[in-house]
């Protein structure tokens, strides 16, 4: 099947910095989609990819769908203490009928006061 | 709210005995998935529901049942118990390309 494969595993960053994180896969997608998720909680949506080469902003996230469809980056600028979490990139093709993701094995966001 | 629901949140359970996890949604969604979450692992796809009683299964179908008799309800089933699934299970519900949107998760521990 399809894989993600998301680096790094985990990140130690200090207040203020930026963060850099990406995936790539062995095959294309459709869509490229990042969550975010909290201790305790599911996963959060935070960006939508749709186009190859798309460029997309959230306020301070930043995230780009690669040109070949098999990558995708994220970037978060001057990260605050409330960024901590896992971050998730996951594929989609919709093709048909089936709206199924392919997920990351996340990225372990700490960030240092 | 999301309009998902994920109940229990939390079970303790002996290996051997059946348990049963329930999704709930207000959405109308058409698709509805169930994950399982253990660390290094990330999420895993356990089994989705493309409509009312159409099941198929995901990559770690083995040792889950599924059902879907309504839109709004579906239920995963741990026929027997075992300690490799204590884990974090999330529902899921789609509707589109625009992704999912996820339960707060049910911590299952398999003693």
């Known amino acids: 099947g399809q894989q993600l494969n998301q680096s790094p595993q985990s990140m130690f960053i200090q207040e203020g910095e930026d963060v850099s994180m990406n995936c790539t896969s062995s095959s294309i997608f459709n869509t490229w989609l990042w969550y975010k998720q909290d201790p305790g909680e599911g996963p959060v949506l935070l960006i939508a990819l749709y186009k190859a080469g798309e460029l997309t902003s959230n306020g301070r996230l930043t995230a780009q769908f690669g040109i070949t469809r098999k990558d995708s980056f994220l970037n978060i600028s001057a990260s605050i203490p409330s960024d901590v979490g896992i971050y998730f990139c996951?594929?989609?093709?919709?093709?048909?009928?089936?709206?199924?993701?392919?997920f990351g094995k996340g990225t372990l966001l700490t960030v240092n006061p | 709210d999301a309009g998902i629901t994920q109940s229990p949140r939390h079970k303790v359970t002996e290996t051997g005995t059946p348990v049963t996890l329930r999704c709930h949604q207000t959405?109308?969604?058409?698709?509805m998935y169930w994950y399982r979450q253990d660390p290094g692992h990330g999420l895993r796809l356990i089994h989705y529901?493309?409509?009312?009683?159409?099941?198929d299964k995901g990559e770690v179908s083995d040792g889950y049942s599924v059902s879907r008799s309504k839109t709004e309800d579906f239920l995963l089933t741990l026929e027997s118990a075992t300690s490799s699934q204590t884990s974090v299970y999330f529902c899921a519900i789609s509707e589109s390309r625009y992704g999912y949107t996820f339960g707060s998760g049910t911590r299952l521990t398999v003693v």
């Open positions: 959405e109308n969604h058409r698709y």
């Open positions: 996951a594929g989609q093709n919709s093709g048909g009928s089936n709206y199924k993701l392919t």
């Open positions: 529901s493309y409509g009312v009683k159409d099941t």
